[in-house]
C-alpha cells in the first residue's frame, strides 16, 4: 500500500478505499466450504490470497495492514492535537445521562438489533435458557433498548429465568418497556446506574449476591475512567460467587476511534461524540487488569501500560484463552475479586461493496467470573464457567 497519502487524509471514506488489507497465505486444508455455503457459518472466512476482497461484506480475523496502522497513529496524533473544549468536556462529563436520554429521544425506532451471536458466542445464555435450568437471574446492565434482552428472552424456555435489564437512561427504559415484547414475567426493565452509590449500588429489586450472568455489551466504553471502580465494585457485589460477566466492547484501533476528527478528544482512547455521548476503546491488557486485580481492599491498583506490554499479537481461540487463564494464575492477587476466564480480539474487515469501501473493526470480548471465596455468605451460582467459545462474528455492525 506504499500508493496511500496517509498524511493530510482527513476524510475516512478515501482511506476505506485506498486501504489494502494483508490477504493470508492459501491454507493447503481441503477449501472451507463454509466460506461458501449459505447458510454462513461465522468466525471462519478468511481472507486468503487470491480472494476478491469485495466478494463478501465481512472477512474475520483481518489484523489491520502496517500502512493503516501508521495512519492511525497520525490520527490520533491530530485528535490529541485538537481536543474537545473545555466547556464540551465539562456539558458531556457533568451530566452524561442527559445525552443518553436525548439520543433515545432522537433515535426512537432506530436502535432494534437482533443479536443472533450472543448464544453462539456466549453459551452461557443457551444454559441458563434451557427448560430445566431451574432459577437463574440475568442482569444486563446499560441494557439500552434491550438488545440483548429481548434475544435472550426470545430463545428462553426456562419457566424460572428472570431478566433484569437496566439501563440510567429514563427514555431507555421506556423504550424497553413499550416493547411488544416485554413481558413482566421474565423480564424487568429499570433505571439504574451502575456507578451508583450507597443504597443506590444495587439495581431496583435485585439483592447483594443475586445474580447468575451479568451481560455488559457496549457500556463499560460509555464510562469515563475514574467511573470504572465503582461499576466493577457494584457488578461484584450484585453477583452471586460463580456468577459470571459477559463483556462486549470497543477495541482500540476500531474504526470509530480511527475516525474520530477534532474537537471530540476528551483523554487518551476517549471522546465525545456529535451527540454528546462519550466513547471509550479498551485494550487487552487494560481490561485484563480491570477486571483481574480490582479488589474490594484496593479497588483497581494503578495501571502501567507501558509494564503490560503490547498486547496487539491477537492470537484468537483455544491457544489464548489457555494463556490468559495460565497468565492468570501466575499473576492475579489472591484478593482479586474476579478471574478472567478469556480475553479475546475480535477483528473483523467490513466490506461496502457499492462504494468500494474496507474498514477495520476491532472489538474486546471476554468472560470474567466471580472468586468464590470462604468468606461468601450467599450461594454460589451453578453455572458451566468452562463453556466457552472461540470468537467469531456477529450479522450487526455495532457502530
Ligand atoms: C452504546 S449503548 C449500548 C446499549 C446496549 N447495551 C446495546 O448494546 O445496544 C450504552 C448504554 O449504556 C447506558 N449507560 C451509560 N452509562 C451508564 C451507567 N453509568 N449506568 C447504566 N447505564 C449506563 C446508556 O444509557 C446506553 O443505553
Redesign the pocket.
Known amino acids: 500500500m506504499a500508493a496511500l497519502p496517509l498524511e493530510g487524509h482527513d476524510d475516512y471514506a478515501k482511506v476505506a478505499q485506498l486501504v489494502q488489507p494483508v490477504h493470508m497465505p492459501r491454507s493447503d486444508a481441503p477449501p472451507n466450504p463454509m466460506k461458501r455455503i449459505d447458510p454462513f457459518m461465522f468466525g471462519s472466512r478468511y481472507l486468503e490470497e487470491g480472494d476478491d476482497v469485495f466478494a463478501y461484506n465481512a472477512w474475520d480475523h483481518v489484523e489491520a495492514d502496517p500502512e493503516y496502522l501508521a495512519y492511525a497513529e497520525v490520527q490520533y496524533e491530530r485528535q490529541r492535537d485538537a481536543p474537545v473544549s473545555d466547556f464540551d468536556k465539562k456539558r458531556f462529563n457533568a451530566d452524561?445521562?442527559k445525552w443518553?436520554?436525548l439520543?433515545?429521544k432522537n433515535n426512537e425506532s432506530n436502535?432494534f438489533?437482533n443479536?443472533k451471536w450472543l448464544q453462539q458466542e456466549f453459551p452461557v445464555l443457551a444454559e441458563v435458557t434451557k427448560p430445566e435450568a431451574g432459577r437463574k437471574v440475568v442482569l444486563?446492565?446499560?441494557?439500552?433498548?434491550?438488545?440483548?434482552a429481548f434475544p435472550i428472552l426470545a430463545n428462553n424456555e426456562n419457566p424460572l429465568l428472570k431478566v433484569h435489564a437496566?439501563?440510567?437512561?429514563k427514555k431507555?427504559v421506556e423504550v424497553m418497556r413499550a416493547s411488544e415484547h416485554y413481558d413482566e414475567k421474565f423480564m424487568s426493565a429499570d433505571v439504574?446506574?451502575?456507578?451508583?452509590e450507597g443504597e443506590n449500588a444495587l439495581p431496583p429489586g435485585l439483592e447483594e449476591g443475586s445474580v447468575d450472568v451479568v451481560?455488559?455489551?457496549?457500556?463499560f466504553?460509555?464510562?469515563a475512567p475514574e467511573?470504572w471502580e465503582r461499576?466493577v465494585a457494584n457488578i461484584h457485589r450484585v453477583l452471586k460467587p460463580g456468577g459470571l460477566v459477559l463483556f462486549?466492547d470497543y477495541g482500540r484501533g476500531d474504526l470509530a476511534q480511527v475516525r474520530f476528527k477534532k474537537g471530540r478528544w476528551m483523554d487518551d482512547n476517549f471522546y465525545a461524540r456529535g451527540d454528546g455521548?462519550r466513547?471509550y476503546f479498551f485494550d487487552k491488557n487494560q481490561l485484563r487488569h480491570i477486571w483481574g486485580k480490582w479488589s474490594l481492599e484496593h479497588g483497581i491498583p494503578e495501571f502501567n501500560a507501558a509494564a503490560a506490554g503490547d498486547d496487539d499479537a491477537a492470537v484468537a481461540g483455544e491457544q489464548q484463552r489457555e494463556e490468559d487463564q495460565q497468565e492468570q494464575k501466575t499473576t492475579i492477587p489472591v484478593a482479586a475479586g474476579f478471574d478472567v476466564l478469556n480475553i479475546s480480539i475480535d477483528r473483523r474487515l467490513i466490506v461496502n461493496r457499492r462504494e468500494k469501501l474496507k474498514m477495520y473493526r476491532c472489538w474486546m470480548q471476554a468472560r470474567f467470573v466471580k472468586r468464590i471465596t470462604g468468606a461468601d455468605s450467599s450461594s454460589p451460582s451453578s453455572l458451566e464457567t468452562s463453556a466457552t467459545a472461540t470468537p467469531t462474528s456477529e450479522t450487526e455492525v455495532?457502530n
Do not use: H
Not at 451481560?215 to 457500556?219: G, W
Open positions: 452524561p445521562v443518553w436520554n439520543f433515545y436502535f438489533k443479536r444486563e446492565v446499560g441494557a439500552g433498548a434491550g438488545n440483548s437496566c439501563d440510567y437512561s431507555a439504574w446506574d451502575v456507578t451508583g451481560v455488559m455489551v457496549f457500556i466504553s460509555a464510562l467511573e461499576a462486549r455521548t466513547v455495532p
